[in-house]
């Protein structure tokens, strides 16, 4: 490629490359210590039953502050946590200050909101995870029930003993398992029937081209009548036009997620803008 480019562009490719690689390592080599200080923070972002437009629940996001006001988008830092062995604290804490801000919720209002937590690979791998889990319900007394875990088509579909194992457990203590990200993994969609779920979240690289033609209509409306055939909730997200969520609704998608429904927010703007008087 480099032969392709001129010479000032080769070189200002470079500059490029080494400028994003700089700021990767800075990131990584300041991540661990962000985790430690406290530095991260939990969003929520407001689930809402497509038919009677009530919050239902909400998805838990990490948040990464930096000092300029911005803040590092988890796709960035998540594998850098990966990465460096910290994905397995760093969720355990993530499920722990979720389920305590739900359980505080709970504590003022009879609540039935469902609490989203997204689990990565490396944590719905790791050994101590169903402990994890069982500690956390435990620590906030939150119903099972009140708490879903998202996990990734890309873990869930793959052929593995251990994941119907762990996905059976989980459903016996009553917590559900999403499968998040749906339709973007290649997957084996045979392994659906061997598996407890009971959400099927879609992508939103299929949301996102709705009202669109028949062909995007006929993958949603796919999905939607898999999930309801599997008898689980259906989930779209990255909803951002009244066109999308007018087309969901008339596909009889369960349940919304966007930004027109709502922007993730901090724990206490959720709580002022969601919570009943
Ligand atoms: P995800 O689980 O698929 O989460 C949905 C992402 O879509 C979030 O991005 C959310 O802010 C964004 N989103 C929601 N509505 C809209 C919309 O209408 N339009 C657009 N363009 N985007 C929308 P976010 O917060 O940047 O998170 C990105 C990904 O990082 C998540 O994708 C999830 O895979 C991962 N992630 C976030 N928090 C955690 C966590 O606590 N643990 C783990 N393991 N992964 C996390
Ligand atoms: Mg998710
Ligand atoms: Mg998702
Ligand atoms: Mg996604």
Not at 29 to 58: C, F, H, K, S
Request: charged content about 15%.
């Amino acid at each position: 490629h480099a032969k392709a480019l001129g010479k000032g562009q080769y070189q200002f490719y470079q500059e490029c490359m080494t400028q994003a690689a700089r700021e990767k390592l800075s990131l990584r080599n300041r991540l661990g210590q962000a985790i430690e200080q406290g530095e991260l923070q939990l969003y929520y972002q407001p689930q809402i039953d497509l038919r009677t437009g009530q919050v239902v629940g909400m998805e838990a996001l990490l948040r990464w502050p930096q000092r300029d006001g911005r803040w590092i988008s988890p796709a960035q830092f998540i594998p850098l946590a990966e990465e460096q062995g910290l994905i397995v604290p760093l969720g355990e804490w993530v499920l722990h200050e979720a389920c305590t801000q739900l359980a505080q919720w709970r504590a003022q209002h009879p609540l039935t909101w469902q609490m989203s937590v997204n689990v990565s690979a490396q944590q719905w791998l790791d050994s101590g995870f169903l402990q994890v889990i069982q500690q956390v319900l435990r620590d906030t007394a939150l119903p099972p029930a009140q708490l879903v875990l998202e996990v990734t088509e890309s873990v869930l579909l793959k052929q593995s003993a251990e994941t119907l194992k762990l996905a059976r457990a989980l459903t016996a203590l009553g917590v559900q398992v999403a499968l998040d990200d749906y339709g973007t993994g290649f997957s084996n969609l045979s392994q659906l029937q061997h598996l407890d779920i009971s959400q099927l979240k879609l992508d939103r690289s299929f949301v996102t081209p709705l009202p669109g033609g028949h062909k995007v209509l006929a993958m949603v409306r796919s999905a939607i009548t898999l999930g309801h055939g599997l008898n689980v909730f259906t989930v779209g997200e990255g909803i951002e036009t009244q066109a999308q969520l007018e087309a969901l609704k008339s596909l009889d998608c369960d349940i919304g997620q966007g930004f027109l429904l709502g922007r993730p927010v901090s724990g206490q703007e959720f709580g002022v803008r969601y919570l009943p008087a």
